[in-house]
């Protein structure tokens, strides 16, 4: 639910902050002082379009960012967060969005930058907004029928009718697949198979490459080699005066001068080190220098062996175009790639040698999710024919009580018809296009919700569907604007009647003019314009006990401090009021 909205430097609000309750949030005051500011800012947050018009003359920014509080069980929600990784902490999360003069916008929850779809859609799961037609999830026809399906109870039956629907889908695509390799297949088979006849002969290692490019610099490098470890050899170790020898001398000297002076034991026993450390080097470079030998043959050998091993890589590792290879497989530049091609093309040679005892399997396994597929898409159907024709009734009813009493409601559930063969066409969803219509009036054709000209017959109809559909609906918060337009009497009372019995189980939030809806209020919020330093603002007070009932009597005679007036709103409080 929405437990706070603050606004900043929006049209003529300056900086606001709202909090709301549970139950039946009700915003009232003059005409002109920013009710529909307010609504227009809350809208903005949920995704709307919007312009640098609305920021507040003198500023350069506008903002609206919202506390909201999820329910436990609003799994829709919960797994939309997680596939964004966004977490709830504590079930709430915090909802900005600004907007510069520049035009952009800006919009973050709990800090994580979204954009202005991934914020409506998110929005969307949590508010309707009615009056404004922006964020009516009713004039969406996806939505209709998920609330069929969970005012007739079937969510989990079509929910594992899709996943069947889903695996035939599949299936049919393995089976497309399968008849095209067939088509191609002994071609395909023949090319693959002289590559992995290819690769096998060849028998690359990996990281022979680079073994085979040091050998052939060593070889292709003999003479210069041959004279450096020479040089090395007479200076490290052959002749008297070599590095080794003198070492060796010098070990001997410090040996017998530490004898006499134990301070220069330490150094003795590094030039000791010293010592072996020179003879262990001159032995290492010794072998080295007895085991170069010049052979062209070998050179020759290595060469052709690169550029075996060079083919075979431009051939294979960059391969595309194996059914399963790996992501990056073509990105490898040694032995790895041309390996990990002739495990794949093992593998899809062994795939279409089989094809057709997979291509028989897939055809019966096919024709059983089929008829599996239509048995449950006919049990579907009757259920939401059932469901539909018991929604328009009760839709119906309240709508009369709410001042359409000519108006007809119907939910639609119109088969989708038969295939060729005679059976059912199926979407994802079933076998049905669920829909929710009406006619305004009598002797006029059912047509879409979002083609109600007025926002209050709108507004009363969403009311009329919301309560049918309070307790199956996920929406957590519903917004009324336009709820009481042309209405007044016993419409009046029935309608904030019916906000209030939505109110017990939702967060309503709900602007309006007339006194016998806003006594039903649990949370009574007056909006008022004020002049401050020359400029005007919206500014909001929460009303109880003597501003409520001065409200309330404004509202009925335009005098809140009338006799008559304040008679007839202790008489509302006290019929339809809750002690507030």
Partial sequence: MLEELSIRNYALIDNLSIAFENGLN?????????????????????????????????????????????????????????????????????????????GRSSIYVQNISLTRGDLEELMGKLFDLHGQHDHESLLRRDT?????????????????????FTALAEKKKALDLSLDSERNREERIELLSYAVDEITRAAPRTGESRELEAEAQRLASFEKLSRETENVAALLFDGEMSALSLTRKARSSLE????????????????????????????????????????PGRLEEVEERLGLLFRLKK?????????????????????????????????????LSQSEENREKLKAEIASLE???????????????????RLGEQINAILKRLGMPKARFAVTAASKGRGPGGNLICGPWGADDVEFLISAN????????????????LSRVMLAVKTVLARSDTIETLVFDEIDTGIGGEVALAVGEYLEKIGAIKQIF?????????VRADNHIR?????????????VRPLSGKGRREEIARMLAGDSAGAAALAHADDLLSKYGKGK
């Fill in 26 to 102: 009700i915003l009232t005051g003059e005409t002109g002082a920013g009710k529909s500011i307010i609504v227009g800012s809350l809208s903005f947050l949920l995704g709307s379009k919007a312009d640098a018009d609305v920021i507040r003359t003198g500023s350069e920014e506008a903002g609206v960012s919202a506390l909201i509080s999820i329910a436990e069980d609003n799994a829709d929600v919960y797994n939309w967060l997680a596939s964004r990784d966004i977490a709830a902490e504590d079930g709430t999360l915090v909802v900005r969005r600004n907007i510069k003069r520049s």
């Fill in 144 to 164: 209709h029928r998920r609330c069929l399906d969970r005012f007739a109870g079937i969510e989990e039956e079509v929910a594992a009718f899709n996943s069947l």
């Fill in 256 to 295: 017998a001068a530490a004898s006499m002076d134990e301070s220069l034991a330490g150094a003795s026993r590094r030039m000791e080190d010293l010592y072996y450390e020179a003879e262990d080097l001159a032995e290492e470079l010794r072998n080295y220098r007895d085991g170069l030998s010049y052979d």
């Fill in 315 to 351: 051939k294979y590792a960059g391969r595309d175009g194996l059914a399963g290879q790996d992501e990056g497989a073509g990105t490898r530049s040694d032995e790895e790639g041309v390996l990990a091609y002739k495990a794949l093309a093992e593998q899809e040679i062994e795939a």
């Fill in 371 to 389: 008829k599996n597929i239509a048995a449950k898409a006919a049990e579907i159907s009757l259920r939401r024919n059932d469901a539909a024709l």
């Fill in 442 to 457: 009598p002797g006029e054709p059912l047509k879409e919700l979002a083609r109600i000209a007025s926002g209050g017959e």
């Fill in 510 to 518: 709900c602007i309006t003019h007339l006194a016998s809806i806003a």
């Fill in 527 to 539: 909006v008022e314009k004020k002049d401050a330093a020359g400029r005007t603002q919206t500014a």
